[in-house]
Protein backbone atom coordinates (compact mmCIF):
# COMPACT_ATOMS: atom_id res chain seq x y z
CA UNK A 1 0.00 0.00 0.00
CA UNK A 2 1.43 3.51 -1.05
CA UNK A 3 2.04 5.46 2.25
CA UNK A 4 2.15 8.14 0.60
CA UNK A 5 -1.08 8.07 -1.37
CA UNK A 6 -3.09 7.45 2.01
CA UNK A 7 -1.52 10.80 3.13
CA UNK A 8 -2.88 12.57 0.36
CA UNK A 9 -6.13 11.33 0.70
CA UNK A 10 -6.28 11.97 4.62
CA UNK A 11 -5.91 15.59 3.34
CA UNK A 12 -8.94 15.72 1.60
CA UNK A 13 -7.43 13.85 -2.27
CA UNK A 14 -10.55 12.52 -3.55
CA UNK A 15 -8.32 11.06 -6.71
CA UNK A 16 -5.72 9.51 -4.47
CA UNK A 17 -8.67 8.13 -2.05
CA UNK A 18 -9.82 6.93 -5.66
CA UNK A 19 -6.71 4.91 -6.40
CA UNK A 20 -6.91 3.37 -2.98
CA UNK A 21 -10.38 2.20 -3.38
CA UNK A 22 -9.47 0.75 -6.89
CA UNK A 23 -6.46 -0.74 -5.62
CA UNK A 24 -8.22 -3.03 -2.44
CA UNK A 25 -11.98 -2.88 -3.89
CA UNK A 26 -11.56 -6.88 -5.36
CA UNK A 27 -10.14 -7.53 -2.03
CA UNK A 28 -12.48 -5.85 -0.05
CA UNK A 29 -15.59 -7.58 -2.36
CA UNK A 30 -13.81 -10.82 -1.93
CA UNK A 31 -14.18 -10.62 1.97
CA UNK A 32 -17.77 -8.97 1.99
CA UNK A 33 -18.72 -11.94 -0.46
CA UNK A 34 -17.47 -14.47 1.68
CA UNK A 35 -18.53 -13.39 5.08
CA UNK A 36 -21.92 -12.54 3.66
CA UNK A 37 -22.48 -15.17 1.07
CA UNK A 38 -24.89 -12.93 -1.39
CA UNK A 39 -23.73 -10.42 -4.43
CA UNK A 40 -25.98 -7.39 -3.84
CA UNK A 41 -25.34 -6.74 -0.48
CA UNK A 42 -21.93 -7.66 -0.51
CA UNK A 43 -21.67 -4.54 -3.24
CA UNK A 44 -23.57 -2.78 -0.40
CA UNK A 45 -21.08 -3.36 2.24
CA UNK A 46 -18.12 -2.44 0.29
CA UNK A 47 -20.03 1.23 -1.07
CA UNK A 48 -20.18 1.75 2.50
CA UNK A 49 -17.18 0.50 3.72
CA UNK A 50 -15.50 3.10 1.26
CA UNK A 51 -17.42 6.08 2.20
CA UNK A 52 -17.22 4.83 5.60
CA UNK A 53 -13.30 4.84 5.36
CA UNK A 54 -13.22 8.23 3.44
CA UNK A 55 -15.10 9.81 5.99
CA UNK A 56 -13.23 8.39 8.66
CA UNK A 57 -9.41 8.46 7.03
CA UNK A 58 -7.88 11.49 8.99
CA UNK A 59 -8.45 9.43 12.40
CA UNK A 60 -6.09 6.57 10.95
CA UNK A 61 -2.89 7.44 12.69
CA UNK A 62 -0.30 4.82 11.01
CA UNK A 63 -0.77 4.79 6.43
CA UNK A 64 1.12 1.92 6.71
CA UNK A 65 -1.56 0.48 8.54
CA UNK A 66 -4.33 0.86 5.73
CA UNK A 67 -4.55 -2.63 4.61
CA UNK A 68 -6.04 -3.31 8.18
CA UNK A 69 -7.87 -0.99 9.16
CA UNK A 70 -9.88 -0.64 5.88
CA UNK A 71 -10.72 -4.67 6.12
CA UNK A 72 -12.00 -3.49 9.76
CA UNK A 73 -14.64 -1.04 8.46
CA UNK A 74 -15.55 -3.33 5.64
CA UNK A 75 -16.20 -6.04 8.73
CA UNK A 76 -18.11 -3.64 10.58
CA UNK A 77 -20.28 -3.13 7.25
CA UNK A 78 -20.47 -7.10 6.35
CA UNK A 79 -22.19 -7.32 10.43
CA UNK A 80 -24.12 -4.44 9.09
CA UNK A 81 -25.35 -5.49 6.19
CA UNK A 82 -25.33 -9.63 7.33
CA UNK A 83 -27.74 -8.30 10.10
CA UNK A 84 -29.74 -6.61 7.82
CA UNK A 85 -29.78 -9.29 5.44
CA UNK A 86 -31.63 -11.84 8.36
CA UNK A 87 -34.08 -9.66 8.94
CA UNK A 88 -34.98 -9.38 5.31
CA UNK A 89 -35.33 -13.56 5.42
CA UNK A 90 -37.13 -13.68 8.79
CA UNK A 91 -39.48 -11.58 6.99
CA UNK A 92 -39.88 -12.89 4.31
CA UNK A 93 -40.58 -16.31 5.93
CA UNK A 94 -43.37 -14.78 7.65
CA UNK A 95 -44.93 -13.62 4.10
CA UNK A 96 -44.61 -17.07 2.86
CA UNK A 97 -45.43 -19.06 5.61
CA UNK A 98 -48.31 -20.48 3.65
CA UNK A 99 -46.24 -21.26 0.50
CA UNK A 100 -44.37 -24.60 -0.83
CA UNK A 101 -42.24 -26.39 2.16
CA UNK A 102 -39.04 -26.32 2.35
CA UNK A 103 -37.08 -28.93 0.24
CA UNK A 104 -36.66 -32.57 2.00
CA UNK A 105 -32.97 -32.09 3.86
CA UNK A 106 -33.22 -36.14 4.61
CA UNK A 107 -31.95 -36.61 0.88
CA UNK A 108 -28.45 -37.10 -0.02
CA UNK A 109 -26.45 -33.56 -0.34
CA UNK A 110 -22.90 -32.97 -1.60
CA UNK A 111 -20.20 -32.21 1.19
CA UNK A 112 -19.98 -28.40 -0.23
CA UNK A 113 -23.56 -27.91 -0.25
CA UNK A 114 -23.45 -29.01 3.66
CA UNK A 115 -20.11 -26.96 4.71
CA UNK A 116 -22.19 -23.90 2.80
CA UNK A 117 -25.16 -24.41 4.78
CA UNK A 118 -23.32 -25.02 8.09
CA UNK A 119 -21.15 -22.01 7.35
CA UNK A 120 -24.57 -19.36 6.76
CA UNK A 121 -25.50 -21.03 10.09
CA UNK A 122 -22.60 -19.30 11.86
CA UNK A 123 -22.80 -15.71 14.06
CA UNK A 124 -21.37 -13.03 11.23
CA UNK A 125 -18.38 -12.87 13.71
CA UNK A 126 -17.24 -16.31 13.24
CA UNK A 127 -17.61 -16.05 9.63
CA UNK A 128 -15.51 -13.08 9.56
CA UNK A 129 -12.86 -14.43 11.33
CA UNK A 130 -12.90 -17.58 9.17
CA UNK A 131 -12.51 -15.72 6.00
CA UNK A 132 -9.39 -13.57 7.12
CA UNK A 133 -7.88 -16.49 8.26
CA UNK A 134 -8.59 -18.89 5.05
CA UNK A 135 -9.32 -16.10 2.40
CA UNK A 136 -6.53 -13.61 3.40
CA UNK A 137 -4.49 -16.38 5.10
CA UNK A 138 -3.77 -13.96 8.26
CA UNK A 139 -2.44 -15.99 11.39
CA UNK A 140 -4.48 -15.56 14.54
CA UNK A 141 -2.26 -12.39 15.36
CA UNK A 142 -3.12 -11.02 12.42
CA UNK A 143 -6.52 -11.31 12.61
CA UNK A 144 -6.82 -9.44 16.09
CA UNK A 145 -5.01 -6.33 14.88
CA UNK A 146 -7.55 -5.97 11.70
CA UNK A 147 -10.42 -6.69 13.75
CA UNK A 148 -9.28 -4.64 16.92
CA UNK A 149 -9.55 -7.60 19.14
CA UNK A 150 -7.22 -9.08 21.81
CA UNK A 151 -4.97 -11.72 20.69
CA UNK A 152 -6.66 -14.43 22.71
CA UNK A 153 -10.48 -13.39 21.59
CA UNK A 154 -9.54 -14.07 18.18
CA UNK A 155 -7.89 -17.04 19.10
CA UNK A 156 -11.00 -18.28 20.58
CA UNK A 157 -13.81 -17.06 18.28
CA UNK A 158 -11.27 -18.98 15.50
CA UNK A 159 -11.65 -22.45 17.98
CA UNK A 160 -15.33 -22.02 18.39
CA UNK A 161 -16.22 -21.68 14.46
CA UNK A 162 -14.20 -24.01 13.62
CA UNK A 163 -15.76 -26.36 16.32
CA UNK A 164 -19.74 -24.93 15.13
CA UNK A 165 -18.61 -25.66 11.65
CA UNK A 166 -17.83 -29.78 12.52
CA UNK A 167 -20.59 -29.71 14.86
CA UNK A 168 -22.60 -28.45 11.74
CA UNK A 169 -21.22 -31.04 9.53
CA UNK A 170 -21.19 -33.74 12.04
CA UNK A 171 -25.25 -33.65 12.35
CA UNK A 172 -25.49 -33.09 8.85
CA UNK A 173 -24.02 -36.68 8.46
CA UNK A 174 -26.25 -38.25 11.27
CA UNK A 175 -29.07 -40.10 9.47
CA UNK A 176 -32.36 -38.62 10.14
CA UNK A 177 -35.10 -40.78 12.39
CA UNK A 178 -38.24 -40.80 11.51
CA UNK A 179 -39.86 -38.24 13.85
CA UNK A 180 -36.59 -36.38 14.49
CA UNK A 181 -36.54 -32.79 14.05
CA UNK A 182 -33.21 -31.45 12.08
CA UNK A 183 -30.91 -30.39 14.17
CA UNK A 184 -30.19 -26.52 13.88
CA UNK B 1 -16.40 -37.62 13.14
CA UNK B 2 -14.91 -34.74 10.71
CA UNK B 3 -11.25 -34.12 12.15
CA UNK B 4 -9.88 -30.56 12.05
CA UNK B 5 -7.74 -30.89 9.37
CA UNK B 6 -10.49 -31.85 7.58
CA UNK B 7 -12.83 -28.80 8.16
CA UNK B 8 -9.52 -26.39 7.40
CA UNK B 9 -9.09 -27.85 3.83
CA UNK B 10 -12.82 -27.67 3.65
CA UNK B 11 -12.72 -24.02 4.83
CA UNK B 12 -10.10 -23.45 2.42
CA UNK B 13 -11.94 -24.74 -0.46
CA UNK B 14 -15.03 -22.75 0.39
CA UNK B 15 -13.26 -19.41 1.24
CA UNK B 16 -10.07 -19.74 -0.60
CA UNK B 17 -8.81 -17.43 -3.20
CA UNK B 18 -11.54 -16.93 -6.29
CA UNK B 19 -12.32 -14.49 -8.71
CA UNK B 20 -13.62 -11.70 -7.22
CA UNK B 21 -14.08 -8.41 -9.00
CA UNK B 22 -15.85 -5.59 -7.61
CA UNK B 23 -17.94 -3.94 -10.39
CA UNK B 24 -17.14 -0.63 -11.67
CA UNK B 25 -20.50 1.06 -10.94
CA UNK B 26 -19.75 -0.02 -6.99
CA UNK B 27 -16.60 1.96 -7.16
CA UNK B 28 -18.24 4.82 -9.42
CA UNK B 29 -21.43 4.90 -6.69
CA UNK B 30 -18.73 4.88 -4.19
CA UNK B 31 -16.89 8.38 -5.42
CA UNK B 32 -19.91 10.01 -6.06
CA UNK B 33 -21.24 9.55 -2.47
CA UNK B 34 -17.52 10.74 -1.54
CA UNK B 35 -17.42 13.25 -3.33
CA UNK B 36 -20.26 14.94 -1.15
CA UNK B 37 -19.14 13.55 2.35
CA UNK B 38 -16.78 15.59 4.56
CA UNK B 39 -13.96 14.14 6.30
CA UNK B 40 -14.05 14.48 10.49
CA UNK B 41 -10.93 15.75 11.68
CA UNK B 42 -8.43 13.65 12.86
CA UNK B 43 -8.32 13.37 16.75
CA UNK B 44 -4.51 13.47 16.74
CA UNK B 45 -3.59 17.12 16.78
CA UNK B 46 -1.12 17.39 12.98
CA UNK B 47 2.67 17.54 12.91
CA UNK B 48 2.28 20.68 11.18
CA UNK B 49 0.97 22.73 14.06
CA UNK B 50 3.27 21.29 16.25
CA UNK B 51 6.17 22.77 13.72
CA UNK B 52 4.41 26.32 13.66
CA UNK B 53 5.82 29.43 14.83
CA UNK B 54 4.62 31.17 17.82
CA UNK B 55 2.95 33.76 16.04
CA UNK B 56 1.74 31.29 12.92
CA UNK B 57 -0.04 29.24 16.07
CA UNK B 58 -1.53 32.93 17.72
CA UNK B 59 -3.01 33.48 13.89
CA UNK B 60 -3.95 30.09 13.74
CA UNK B 61 -5.86 30.18 17.39
CA UNK B 62 -7.50 33.48 17.06
CA UNK B 63 -9.09 32.36 13.48
CA UNK B 64 -10.56 29.35 15.25
CA UNK B 65 -11.71 30.91 18.34
CA UNK B 66 -13.55 33.24 15.38
CA UNK B 67 -14.85 30.28 13.55
CA UNK B 68 -16.59 28.68 17.06
CA UNK B 69 -17.97 32.55 18.09
CA UNK B 70 -19.59 32.75 14.64
CA UNK B 71 -21.36 29.19 14.56
CA UNK B 72 -22.26 29.82 18.22
CA UNK B 73 -23.92 32.75 17.09
CA UNK B 74 -25.40 30.63 13.73
CA UNK B 75 -26.32 28.10 16.38
CA UNK B 76 -28.30 30.08 19.15
CA UNK B 77 -29.96 32.04 16.41
CA UNK B 78 -31.75 28.94 14.92
CA UNK B 79 -35.03 27.26 16.44
CA UNK B 80 -34.35 24.52 18.96
CA UNK B 81 -35.46 21.05 18.23
CA UNK B 82 -33.79 18.59 16.23
CA UNK B 83 -31.57 19.47 13.44
CA UNK B 84 -32.43 17.84 10.57
CA UNK B 85 -30.30 18.59 7.82
CA UNK B 86 -28.00 21.08 9.74
CA UNK B 87 -25.26 21.32 7.06
CA UNK B 88 -27.36 21.84 4.60
CA UNK B 89 -27.03 25.01 2.57
CA UNK B 90 -30.63 27.10 2.36
CA UNK B 91 -32.96 26.60 -0.31
CA UNK B 92 -32.11 28.83 -3.17
CA UNK B 93 -34.59 31.03 -4.94
CA UNK B 94 -35.31 29.37 -8.10
CA UNK B 95 -34.54 31.80 -11.24
CA UNK B 96 -37.96 31.90 -12.71
CA UNK B 97 -40.40 34.63 -11.77
CA UNK B 98 -43.59 33.96 -10.02
CA UNK B 99 -44.72 36.91 -7.88
CA UNK B 100 -48.29 35.71 -8.53
CA UNK B 101 -47.87 32.22 -8.58
CA UNK B 102 -45.68 32.41 -5.48
CA UNK B 103 -48.41 34.34 -3.44
CA UNK B 104 -51.37 32.22 -4.75
CA UNK B 105 -49.16 29.16 -3.17
CA UNK B 106 -48.71 30.26 0.24
CA UNK B 107 -51.90 29.27 2.68
CA UNK B 108 -53.88 32.19 4.63
CA UNK B 109 -51.90 31.04 7.64
CA UNK B 110 -48.93 31.68 6.52
CA UNK B 111 -48.19 34.19 4.93
CA UNK B 112 -48.65 36.79 8.02
CA UNK B 113 -46.00 34.99 9.75
CA UNK B 114 -42.69 34.74 7.31
CA UNK B 115 -40.95 37.39 7.01
CA UNK B 116 -39.85 39.50 3.87
CA UNK B 117 -36.60 37.55 3.07
CA UNK B 118 -38.58 34.10 3.37
CA UNK B 119 -41.27 35.68 1.20
CA UNK B 120 -38.59 36.29 -1.38
CA UNK B 121 -37.43 32.83 -1.37
CA UNK B 122 -40.68 31.19 -1.63
CA UNK B 123 -40.05 29.36 -5.17
CA UNK B 124 -42.84 29.48 -7.81
CA UNK B 125 -45.06 26.46 -9.08
CA UNK B 126 -44.66 24.19 -11.37
CA UNK B 127 -46.80 24.13 -13.67
CA UNK B 128 -46.05 19.76 -13.90
CA UNK B 129 -46.96 19.05 -10.56
CA UNK B 130 -50.43 19.20 -8.89
CA UNK B 131 -51.17 21.45 -6.09
CA UNK B 132 -48.94 24.54 -5.02
CA UNK B 133 -45.27 24.78 -4.32
CA UNK B 134 -44.02 23.93 -1.11
CA UNK B 135 -42.38 27.26 0.75
CA UNK B 136 -40.53 28.18 4.01
CA UNK B 137 -42.77 28.21 6.97
CA UNK B 138 -46.12 27.10 8.11
CA UNK B 139 -47.95 24.81 5.84
CA UNK B 140 -51.99 25.45 5.10
CA UNK B 141 -54.14 22.38 4.51
CA UNK B 142 -54.31 21.37 0.45
CA UNK B 143 -51.88 19.52 -1.86
CA UNK B 144 -48.09 20.99 -2.14
CA UNK B 145 -45.23 19.69 -4.26
CA UNK B 146 -41.44 20.12 -3.78
CA UNK B 147 -40.23 22.79 -6.43
CA UNK B 148 -36.86 21.89 -5.82
CA UNK B 149 -36.08 18.40 -4.11
CA UNK B 150 -35.88 16.05 -6.28
CA UNK B 151 -38.23 13.75 -7.55
CA UNK B 152 -41.05 16.13 -7.13
CA UNK B 153 -42.98 14.60 -4.07
CA UNK B 154 -46.46 15.54 -3.99
CA UNK B 155 -48.57 15.41 -0.76
CA UNK B 156 -51.79 16.34 0.87
CA UNK B 157 -51.11 18.39 3.85
CA UNK B 158 -53.40 18.94 6.78
CA UNK B 159 -52.57 22.19 8.82
CA UNK B 160 -50.00 22.45 11.34
CA UNK B 161 -46.79 21.33 9.79
CA UNK B 162 -44.28 23.32 8.90
CA UNK B 163 -42.05 23.19 5.98
CA UNK B 164 -38.11 23.48 7.02
CA UNK B 165 -35.64 22.81 4.83
CA UNK B 166 -35.32 22.51 1.42
CA UNK B 167 -33.12 21.12 -1.68
CA UNK B 168 -32.37 18.73 -3.83
CA UNK B 169 -31.44 15.81 -2.11
CA UNK B 170 -32.99 16.97 1.57
CA UNK B 171 -36.84 18.12 2.37
CA UNK B 172 -37.73 18.81 5.38
CA UNK B 173 -41.56 18.93 7.15
CA UNK B 174 -41.63 19.92 11.05
CA UNK B 175 -44.91 19.33 14.00
CA UNK B 176 -44.33 20.31 17.31
CA UNK B 177 -40.20 18.81 17.54
CA UNK B 178 -41.08 15.90 15.18
CA UNK B 179 -39.03 16.17 11.95
CA UNK B 180 -40.28 14.20 8.80
CA UNK B 181 -37.25 14.42 6.42
CA UNK B 182 -37.54 13.13 3.04
CA UNK B 183 -33.73 12.07 1.58
CA UNK B 184 -32.11 9.63 -1.07
CA UNK B 185 -29.65 7.95 1.66
CA UNK B 186 -28.73 4.75 2.14
CA UNK B 187 -31.15 4.36 5.42
CA UNK B 188 -28.33 1.39 6.33
CA UNK B 189 -25.50 3.99 6.81
CA UNK B 190 -27.57 6.14 9.47
CA UNK B 191 -29.39 2.75 11.30
CA UNK B 192 -25.00 1.76 11.25
CA UNK B 193 -24.27 4.37 13.26
CA UNK B 194 -26.61 4.29 15.88
CA UNK B 195 -25.87 0.41 16.29
CA UNK B 196 -21.98 1.37 16.63
CA UNK B 197 -22.74 3.88 18.65
CA UNK B 198 -25.73 2.80 21.06
CA UNK B 199 -25.61 -1.11 20.32
CA UNK B 200 -29.27 -0.61 19.52
CA UNK B 201 -31.30 -2.18 16.26
CA UNK B 202 -34.09 -0.91 14.63
CA UNK B 203 -36.86 -3.33 14.57
CA UNK B 204 -37.34 -5.86 12.05
CA UNK B 205 -38.47 -4.21 8.59
CA UNK B 206 -42.12 -4.30 7.21
CA UNK B 207 -43.36 -4.17 4.33
CA UNK B 208 -45.31 -0.50 3.34
CA UNK B 209 -47.05 0.81 0.60
CA UNK B 210 -46.92 4.92 0.87
CA UNK B 211 -49.45 6.05 -2.21
CA UNK B 212 -48.33 4.18 -5.38
CA UNK B 213 -44.79 2.88 -3.94
CA UNK B 214 -43.82 -0.40 -2.21
CA UNK B 215 -41.00 -0.56 0.38
CA UNK B 216 -40.29 -1.38 4.00
CA UNK B 217 -40.97 0.81 7.35
CA UNK B 218 -39.05 0.64 10.60
CA UNK B 219 -38.50 2.25 13.90
CA UNK B 220 -35.58 2.73 16.16
CA UNK B 221 -35.76 4.36 20.20
CA UNK B 222 -31.98 5.72 21.16
CA UNK B 223 -30.97 4.64 24.08
CA UNK B 224 -27.82 7.04 23.57
CA UNK B 225 -26.47 10.31 22.55
CA UNK B 226 -25.58 9.40 18.63
CA UNK B 227 -25.20 11.37 15.56
CA UNK B 228 -26.96 10.00 12.55
CA UNK B 229 -25.58 10.48 8.96
CA UNK B 230 -28.72 11.25 6.64
CA UNK B 231 -26.94 12.38 3.34
CA UNK B 232 -24.11 9.80 3.30
CA UNK B 233 -22.58 11.84 6.12
CA UNK B 234 -22.93 15.40 5.06
CA UNK B 235 -25.88 15.78 6.91
CA UNK B 236 -26.03 15.12 10.65
CA UNK B 237 -28.98 14.88 13.14
CA UNK B 238 -28.03 14.52 16.53
CA UNK B 239 -29.86 12.15 18.55
CA UNK B 240 -30.50 12.58 22.41
CA UNK B 241 -31.57 10.24 25.14
CA UNK B 242 -34.91 8.60 24.27
CA UNK B 243 -35.18 9.72 20.92
CA UNK B 244 -37.20 8.07 18.45
CA UNK B 245 -36.37 7.08 14.80
CA UNK B 246 -39.37 6.33 12.31
CA UNK B 247 -38.03 5.15 8.76
CA UNK B 248 -40.01 4.31 5.71
CA UNK B 249 -37.92 3.88 2.46
CA UNK B 250 -39.95 2.58 -0.55
CA UNK B 251 -38.79 1.75 -4.49
CA UNK B 252 -38.80 5.45 -6.74
CA UNK B 253 -37.86 3.93 -10.20
CA UNK B 254 -35.34 1.77 -8.53
CA UNK B 255 -33.72 4.16 -6.11
CA UNK B 256 -34.54 4.41 -2.73
CA UNK B 257 -36.47 7.11 -1.37
CA UNK B 258 -35.99 7.39 2.56
CA UNK B 259 -38.55 9.11 5.12
CA UNK B 260 -37.68 10.20 8.67
CA UNK B 261 -40.12 10.80 11.41
CA UNK B 262 -37.50 11.65 13.77
CA UNK B 263 -37.38 13.76 17.27
CA UNK B 264 -38.59 13.08 21.13
CA UNK B 265 -40.11 9.89 21.58
CA UNK B 266 -43.59 11.83 22.90
CA UNK B 267 -42.93 14.08 19.99
CA UNK B 268 -42.68 11.07 17.58
CA UNK B 269 -45.50 9.43 18.75
CA UNK B 270 -48.04 12.70 18.69
CA UNK B 271 -47.06 13.22 15.19
CA UNK B 272 -46.87 10.00 13.75
CA UNK B 273 -50.85 9.40 12.70
CA UNK B 274 -50.70 12.70 10.91
CA UNK B 275 -47.22 11.77 9.20
CA UNK B 276 -48.71 8.27 7.95
CA UNK B 277 -51.78 10.38 6.47
CA UNK B 278 -49.78 12.47 4.68
CA UNK B 279 -47.26 9.66 3.42
CA UNK B 280 -50.45 7.48 2.48
CA UNK B 281 -50.61 10.69 -0.41
CA UNK B 282 -47.26 10.43 -1.38
CA UNK B 283 -47.32 10.81 -5.47
CA UNK B 284 -44.57 11.57 -8.02
CA UNK B 285 -45.74 13.05 -10.85
Same mark, same amino acid.
Given at each position: ?????????????????????????????????????? %?????????????????????????? #????????? %????????? #?? +?????????? %????????????????????????????? =???????? +? #??????? =??????? %??? =??????????????? +???????????????????? | ??? /??? $??????????? *????????????????????? /???????????????? *????? &????? &????????? &???????????????????????????????????????????????? $??????????????????? &???????????????????????????????????????????????????????????????????????????? /???????????????????????????????????????????????????? /?????????????????
Amino acid at each position: MNADLVQKAQHGDQKAFGLLARACGDRLFGIANRIIRD %LDRSEDAVQQALVTAWRELPRLRDPE #RFDAWIDRV %LVHACYVEA #RR +LRQWNSNIRI %LHIDGPLAPDDTGAVADRDELERGFRRLP =PDQRAILV +L #RHYLGLQ =PAEIAVT %LGI =PDGTARSRLHYAHRA +LRAALDAAERPIAVGEEPRR | MTT /QLE $IERALDGLLGP *GTDELPDRVLDAAMAAIATTP /QRRSFVPTRRFSLMST *GWKLV &AATLA &ALVVVVAGV &ALVGRPSGPNVGGASPSPSTPAASGAASASASVGPSASASRSPSQLAS $IAPSSSAAPGSAFAPGPVA &AGTWHTPIFRPTVVLTMPDGWTRTREDRELFGLRLGKADLAFTHTAPSLALDVVHRTNQADPDDPTPVTLGAYTGF /QTALTVPGRATMYFDEGSRAYDTSVGDSLKTWVVDVDGRPLSIYLSGPTADV /QAALPAAEAILATLGMP
